[in-house]
């Protein structure tokens, strides 16, 4: 696909379509796959990707995460997308919007979050795609308001958060971090269509 790119640009557009739900400039976003499971594990197994979580994922537990995409996509037309940088037809982690049902004042809720392996970071993907997630959540889904929610620590999350348009709603200790003192007091960010 990359290299069709540069020869006819339309044809290429209608290659990615074909490929994904829908795409950024640089980013492909699709349902997921079997063959993703080990480079998302390698992801997930990174301490410095995971240093704003209580710890690592086994290959296991990121099993399991893909399974719950999958069917959350089946039921809701909507996860946590698989992202490709196009360019190079590379999987580089997930950007979407997911159920959460945490023990919370806001929740139910719908949010929307990312996790990118490391060696693709400081390249704006996070942002690139987050704003394409929440023009197909609010123009293809008809949704009406997405959060996010991030440990406080984790300045370079709010920072997108912020570049997306997303606003401030509150600081709040999470109910599932509350024995992690370094994680648990984490910020509240909305964003209505």
């Not at 997930?94 to 806001?106: C, K, L, N, R, V």
């Not at 023009?135 to 293809?140: G, H, P, R, T």
Request: aromatic residues 12%; hydrophobic residues 40%; contains cysteine.
């Amino acid at each position: 696909m990359a290299r069709l790119y540069f020869i006819n640009e339309h044809f290429t557009q209608i290659l990615v379509f074909m490929a994904y739900l829908f795409a950024s400039k640089r980013l492909g976003f699709r349902n997921w796959k079997d063959s993703d499971l080990p480079k998302m594990a390698v992801i997930n197994s990174d301490p410095t990707v995971m240093k704003h979580f209580p710890g690592t994922q086994s290959k296991e537990q990121t099993a399991e995460f893909i399974v719950r995409m999958k069917k959350q996509f089946e039921t809701n037309r909507f996860c946590y997308f698989a992202v490709d940088e196009l360019e190079k037809e590379e999987f580089i982690g997930f950007i979407g919007i997911s159920e959460q049902t945490y023990e919370a004042d806001f929740t139910p809720c719908i949010d929307i979050g990312w996790r990118i392996a490391a060696q693709h970071w400081d390249k704006g993907f996070a942002t690139e795609g987050a704003k394409k997630v929440l023009a197909y959540a609010f123009n293809e889904l008809g949704l009406d308001r997405i959060l996010s929610i991030a440990p406080m620590v984790n300045t370079a999350s709010e920072h997108v958060m912020q570049k997306i348009g997303m606003q401030k709603v509150k600081t709040f200790e999470h109910s599932l971090l509350k024995d992690n003192e370094r994680l648990k007091q984490c910020v509240l960010y909305e964003i209505k269509s």
